[in-house]
Structure formats: structure tokens, C-alpha cells
């Protein structure tokens, strides 16, 4: 099926160090997802993104919703131990009574202290 | 508020067995969603649901049934398990995934088919 082409695949980063990662699509969407999963849990929701060339924060978190909408971008900055885990991206085209997700494959995130 | 609960949290099955793999939510979501997850492969969909009555399928149904009696609840059923399906379910749900709104996720069920 359809999914989004999410980079890098995984990251293994010093404490303290700036994160980025992104997910890019062939097809124009509405909507952006950015959730986390730690081990053993659901993926759980960090930031929702609705208009192209949207910013948006959450604490050390920052999302961006391409020009294009066809991209979308996940920054962390200083990064902790418990940023560990999975990020995915998902997209949404709402268009003709769309209801599916469209998601990436993650980006696991290791932190050394 | 409990939010998505999945039960249960651990299942093993020998090859041929059946079982449910239950989900309620507790916030009348109308949208609700499995997916199973498998190391590489992201998160696919199994079924959907956008109200009670109504389901449909998802990329990779085969294998499974889903019905939507209720708001509440969205029950995935394993006729016959394979070793194929030994995998982590996630349910999911969302007010109106339509329009974007988030899904939330459970804790997942975590099954090996022997």
C-alpha cells in the first residue's frame, strides 16, 4: 500500500544534540501527524499539523507542514534521555470521503547520556 | 478517562485457533481502526469503522473480521490463526478522522501464533 517516505530511518544521537527527521510524499495532503511510540506502549499523538506552511511547537517539539504539502518536517532541539523511541509521520487527503491514514515507517531514536 | 483499552494485553494461539481481540473507547469517537505492526513495517491498516454499522477494509483485512455494534467497542476477530499474524495489534480511534482529527492509540495486543 501507499506510505510516506519518512527519514532517516534511525538516529543515534548525544544528549544535549538537535534532532531532525521528515517524511515526503508523491501525493498532496491536508493533514500531518507526528506521534511517538516508546517501547511497549501506542503510538501517542505529539503534534497535528492542518495548513500548508503551518509551524507548530510543542514544548521542545517543533512541526512544520511543507509549502508543497507534500512534506513535513519534525525538529527536537537539546535532546534527553526520554526522547527515546519510534517518531511517525502520517498524512491525511480528506478529498472524495478519504478516511485512511496514510503513515511513514519511523525513525528510531536512540539518545546516549 | 480510560481512553482506548485493548484486551487482551498478551495472546498466544496454536495455528487454526480463534479469538477476539477486544477494543473499547470511552470518549464516542465515531472513527475506529486495527492495525497490526510487524518490525519494518510501519503501522497497516486492518479495518475501520466510521460509526457504529458500518466497517470497511484497510490494506491487509485478509484473515480478520471486524463489527461495530456499538460506538464503543470494535472487536477484531482471528478466524483460523496463522504464524503469519503473529504480530502487535494496535486500535485506534478518532472524533472525525475526516477533517484530521487525531487518533488515539490503546496499548496494543501482543500475539504469537505458534
Known amino acids: 500500500g501507499q506510505q510516506l517516505n519518512q527519514s532517516p530511518q534511525s538516529m543515534f544521537i548525544q544528549e544535549g544534540e538537535d534532532v531532525s527527521m521528515n517524511c515526503t510524499s508523491s501525493?498532496?495532503?491536508?493533514?500531518w501527524l507526528w506521534y511517538k511510540q516508546d517501547p511497549g506502549e501506542g503510538p501517542v499523538l505529539l503534534i497535528a499539523?492542518?495548513?500548508a506552511g503551518e509551524l507548530t511547537s510543542n514544548g521542545r517539539l517543533t512541526a512544520q507542514f511543507g509549502i508543497t504539502r507534500k512534506d513535513s518536517f519534525l525538529n527536537i532541539s537539546a535532546s534527553i534521555p526520554s526522547d527515546v523511541g519510534i517518531y511517525f509521520c502520517?498524512?491525511?487527503?480528506?478529498?472524495?470521503?478519504?478516511?485512511?491514514?496514510?503513515w511513514g515507517l519511523g525513525t528510531s531514536l536512540a539518545v546516549n547520556p | 478517562n480510560a481512553g482506548v483499552t485493548q484486551t487482551p494485553k498478551f495472546q498466544v494461539l496454536k495455528t487454526g485457533q480463534s479469538m477476539t481481540l477486544q477494543c473499547a473507547q470511552d470518549?464516542?469517537?465515531?472513527?475506529m481502526s486495527w492495525y497490526r505492526q510487524d518490525p519494518g513495517m510501519g503501522l497497516r491498516l486492518i479495518h475501520y469503522?466510521?460509526?457504529?454499522?458500518?466497517?470497511d477494509q484497510g490494506e491487509v483485512p485478509n484473515g480478520y473480521n471486524v463489527s461495530r455494534s456499538t460506538t464503543e467497542d470494535f472487536p477484531l476477530r482471528l478466524l483460523s490463526a496463522a504464524p503469519s499474524q503473529t504480530s502487535v495489534y494496535f486500535c485506534?480511534?478518532?472524533?472525525?478522522?475526516?477533517?484530521?482529527?487525531?487518533?488515539?492509540f490503546g496499548d496494543g495486543t501482543r500475539l504469537s501464533i505458534l
Open positions: 485506534a480511534s478518532s472524533s472525525n478522522l475526516g477533517i484530521g482529527q487525531p487518533q488515539h
Open positions: 470518549m464516542n469517537h465515531e472513527y
Open positions: 469503522s466510521v460509526g457504529a454499522g458500518i466497517t
Open positions: 501525493s498532496i495532503f491536508n493533514t
Open positions: 499539523l492542518y495548513k
Open positions: 502520517a498524512g491525511l487527503n480528506n478529498a472524495g470521503n478519504n478516511r485512511k491514514l496514510i
